[in-house]
């Protein structure tokens, strides 16, 4: 038992810490995403600030694609959790369509055509893919968490 519990540790062990960076990574870009939605009609105008943010965005989205996603993935599949592995094909499709969203915004930004419309877009995107997210580490690492501490 103490060696199932180790061998899960050493898989396992950063997850946690990697989703809290992930999180805290989140926490400074809707701090930012706030800031700058205080007056989006000023988009233009505060250009450096705006490029702080998109920097942020496309961080935080490749963060979820390229370590997050991946590590909660291959956390259910050595759990054999098919549950979880389901839900992840449900909602991995939406979370790469709200992606390809996030990037265009950052596109239009680098052109110079960032609007205030398409930055009130981009708050009910980041907001649904906050909600994916969170189901996924609710899904995906918390109930593998648990079964770790029932079979220690």
């Known amino acids: 038992m103490l060696e199932s519990c180790q061998n899960a540790q050493e898989r396992w062990g950063g997850v946690h810490k990697l989703i809290d960076r992930w999180l805290q990574e989140r926490n400074e ?6 800031v700058l939605g205080a007056e989006p009609e000023a988009l233009s105008e505060t250009r450096k600030q705006l490029q702080e943010f998109c920097g942020r965005l496309v961080d935080y989205a490749s963060a979820g694609h390229f370590e997050i996603y991946e590590q909660l993935t291959g956390e259910a599949k050595a759990f054999n959790d098919q549950r979880g592995l389901e839900l992840a094909d449900t909602l991995y499709p939406r979370i790469d369509v709200i992606t390809e969203k996030l990037l265009a915004f950052n596109d239009l ?6 609007v205030a419309e398409k930055f009130k877009e981009l708050g009910g995107l980041l907001h649904e893919r906050f909600e994916l997210e969170d189901c996924l580490i609710e899904v995906l690492h918390n109930a593998h968490q648990a079964q770790d501490a029932v079979q220690a």
């Open 29 to 34: 870009l809707i701090q930012a995403y706030d």
């Open 109 to 114: 930004c680098d052109e110079g055509k960032c």
